[in-house]
């Protein structure tokens, strides 16, 4: 399922990432690799405020929904 779908709070492990070349290597460059584990800030209309490694980032929910969890 597409990280959109994680509630606030929770803690997740990702299992894929999908998109051109170019999208997943800007995701993987964020720390957004297979395996990594992610915890959903908060979500605001569909875009997410994730911690993944040691930094918070944002997310727009197209970008969101190419990573699987």
């Known amino acids: 399922m597409p990280l959109t779908m994680a509630s606030p709070g929770e803690a997740v492990t990702?299992?894929?990432i999908t998109g051109r070349d170019e999208v997943r290597q800007h995701l993987a460059e964020l720390g957004f690799v297979v395996g990594q584990d992610v915890t959903v800030v908060s979500d605001l209309g569909g875009n997410l405020i994730?911690?993944?490694k040691e930094s918070r980032v944002a997310l727009d929910g197209a970008m969101a929904n190419r990573v699987l969890i």
Do not use: A, C, T
């Open 14 to 16: 990702i299992r894929k």
């Open 50 to 52: 994730v911690h993944v």
